[in-house]
Nanobody, 122 residues
Framework: VQLQASGGGLVQVGGSLRLSCRVP????????VGWFRQAPGKEREFVGA??????YYDDSVMGRFTISRDNAKNTLNLQMNSLMPEDTAVYYC??????????????????WGQGTQVTVSS
């Protein structure tokens, strides 16, 4: 399973960015697909995921970030609004057979995209 993330960049506080992750066809029907991020010196942390058609978010991004699927393009999108400096990280999309209790565990995702840098300047 090959994933390809894109859309990162530099933005000011309060700005917006949209990330996309291209996934192989049928991935959404067989796997959990999610977004994680990793800041320098920190562990990879859960942002949100789609599993069985339902979308889950971490509390830290609830109300600011929106995950959506584009079935025609086979992409998982992450719309990020009201960005803050603490959102600065490399963002990764991952796919795997994560169950509900392990959605937040990056070890439950066996496939990863290359990561895209998001930098929020104050």
């Amino acid at each position: 399973v090959q994933l390809q993330a894109s859309g990162g960049g530099l933005v000011q506080v309060g700005g917006s960015l949209r990330l996309s992750c291209r996934v192989p066809e049928r991935t959404f029907s067989t796997m959990t697909v999610g977004w994680f991020r990793q800041a320098p010196g920190k562990e990879r942390e859960f942002v949100g995921a789609v599993k069985n058609g339902r979308i889950y978010y971490d509390d830290s991004v609830m109300g600011r970030f929106t995950i959506s699927r584009d079935n025609a393009k086979n992409t998982l999108n992450l719309q990020m609004n009201s960005l803050m400096p603490e959102d600065t990280a490399v963002y990764y999309c991952g796919a795997g057979r994560a169950i509900l209790s392990s959605l937040r565990d990056p070890g439950s995702y066996g496939y990863w995209g290359q990561g895209t840098q998001v930098t929020v300047s104050s």
